[in-house]
């Protein structure tokens, strides 16, 4: 059989082709999240997928129709779980959700399509930190590379998981109202906070997207705080007003308020007639937009697109076996040794000892000098 030019060509290009195709298998488990915390992990689905990149979600909310995506739907209904955040609207509400986190996850784990996942078919794991981090135990044993990725604020916890180094003297928790720099008060709350985090977690709890913000006639955008809803209205340059419930709400619309593109309404003291005069003030008050204007083109100054940032490092994660080289030391590193009070107490006992013997030697001196007048 002779085989023609063109069909020569074709199966060289058919396998070029193959030998430049680097699609990677991935597997996203965030099963335990709302719908805004899965519009975010979406967005990094489908964009690596649209790179050829065959992907498994592990959800109980389907929401993705793609080719290159395979949705595991643990059919786990989370809503019962979740406290009523208007009627608890503390800083604690957020423990009192934790408080159900073991439930969440017992019932999760049980589903037999999530014990039945093999991790080590998979080239690399994306995992959210928030609530899921029950789901590490799926990954003991393994190799695979894993990328850590979080739809809000990092708390204590999270801090520790990737080894970051969390000073509560200057960066509050995520669930309390409060901004740099704290005072004493707010510095002492925020330690016991952080204390009272570390130990839950360590001995107890073992639609399409539719750009509001951007539309051309926004001029004012009320939100709740979220974090994603900040970011939408700093990119596209809208002043916010904003109604705290929950968690790291609170927080957000503090540092958006100090920063000058914010005002802030507590639900308890919410009227009509403050809800009108605040937003007749900012939208009157050009202070706001020339402040926002300015934040918007700090945060689209990047190098690269949000896109090409997540297929980037996602890439080189599989590409150097998860990229060990780049992980912090402080994982490896017990407390005393993160903050040198090993250190700092060797060179305190070596000051110690060392004035002693000047004291003890000046003694010395003194009693020898005095020894010799007495007896001339």
Known sequence: MQVSKVQLVALLLLLSCGMYSHGSKILVIAPLAGKSHWQFFGEIIKTLADHGHQITSLTSMPMISHNNVTEIDIEFDMSPLI???????????????????????TEALSRKNVRDIKIEE??????????????FGLLDNTEVPVISMSPNTLVTTFHDIVGNVDFPSFVPMMTLPMKHPMTFTQRLLNTLANLFSYALTKFYYHPRFVVIAGHPKVHLFITHGGLFSTLEAIY?????????????????????????IAE??????????????????????????KTVNHRSQLMRDQPMSPRDVVVYWTEYAIRHKGAPHLQSPVKGMAWYQIYNVDVWLSLIVFSIACLYLDMKIIIAVVRRCCYRTKTT
């Open 236 to 260: 596209h340059a809208v002043p916010i007003l904003g109604f705290p419930v929950f968690a790291d709400q609170g927080s957000n619309m503090i540092k958006s308020t100090a920063d000058g």
């Open 83 to 105: 406290p009523n955040t208007f009627e608890n609207r503390g800083w604690w509400a957020g423990f009192s959700m934790m408080a159900k986190v073991p439930g969440m996850c």
């Open 264 to 289: 802030t309404i507590e639900w308890d003291d919410l009227t009509e007639e403050l809800l009108n005069n605040t937003v007749q003030k900012m939208l009157t008050d050009l202070k706001y937009q």
């Open 122 to 135: 998979y080239d690399l794991v994306f995992i959210s930190l928030f609530v899921n981090d029950c789901f």
